[in-house]
């Protein structure tokens, strides 16, 4: 069964199997979990501090593939599942801090296997309904027996805060089935800059929290530097 454009290339029409389109999805998300551990544990062996709190990973349920087409105008199938829906394979990165989403994004997008298709920031630029996340769409080489197939996967970073917020909101808008009351949609809104504001407040406390150790490390270098005589005289 041919699976790709050629020897490399993307998932096309070609499938026809949905087991063989799930086994791809699902090893694009071993490859790129496996990448983000990684990315992980060099930053805390450099740095001595993790950017990363927690990955999950998903693949879309059949039924919400499905639901996304029809919402699109697509007739269901494989072909279109592919070529339509580009967060069937689906990683979320959760970090502690709003610096850390773009150095992690930064990170991910030096790698040389991984191909960046799109971006979008809905950090600085929300949506309506208050959602904040960093958004990457990324092709990652699915290297078989017999050819390459490069499969996409939808990279989701955001804070702890951020996480929150998300989960509960849809949480909500599934009861409703995406029609929630005005007067809970504004609620929603008043508690996304809530928690704006609270992600904004713990970077400004970790910075200066960082800059205090830093002056605290320094002093007690400057201390160890300076002989018996000088700290005597100092007193």
């Known amino acids: 069964m041919d699976t790709s454009q050629g020897k490399n290339g993307e998932i096309n029409e070609g499938i026809d199997s949905w ?39 998903r693949i879309k349920t059949p039924e919400s593939i499905v639901k996304k087409l029809k919402r699109d105008g697509y007739e269901s199938s494989i072909e279109n ?3 339509y829906v580009k967060d069937i394979a689906g990683i979320r990165i959760v970090c502690s801090f709003t610096s850390d989403i ?8 030096k790698q040389n296997d991984l191909t960046v298709i799109s971006i979008k ?12 996340s960093f958004h990457m769409i990324v092709t990652v080489p699915i290297f078989l027996s017999d050819r390459v197939v490069d499969t996409k996967v939808e990279i989701q970073i955001r804070t702890i805060a951020m996480d929150f917020w998300a989960s509960l909101e ?21 508690c996304a800059e809530i928690v704006s504001n609270l992600d904004a407040k713990m970077l400004q406390l970790n910075e200066a929290i960082l800059e205090a150790k830093a002056r605290q490390d320094a002093e007690a270098a400057q201390a160890c530097e300076t002989t018996p005589e000088e700290r005597q005289s100092q007193r």
Not at 102 to 109: P, Q, S
Not at 170 to 190: C, M, Q, T, V, W
């Open 19 to 57: 087991e063989t389109v799930m086994f791809l999805y699902n090893s694009a998300l071993k490859e790129v979990s496996t990448k983000l551990e990684i990315l992980n544990d060099e930053f805390v062996h450099i740095h001595k501090y993790n950017p990363i709190e927690y990955i999950k990973s």
């Open 81 to 83: 599942m592919v070529n």
């Open 102 to 109: 773009y150095r992690l994004a930064e990170m991910i997008g």
């Open 121 to 132: 920031d809905y950090i600085k630029h929300p949506k309506v309904s208050g959602y904040k």
């Open 170 to 190: 849809h949480k909500i808008y599934y009861k409703f089935e995406g029609h929630a009351p005005d007067y809970i949609s504004r609620d929603l809104r008043e």
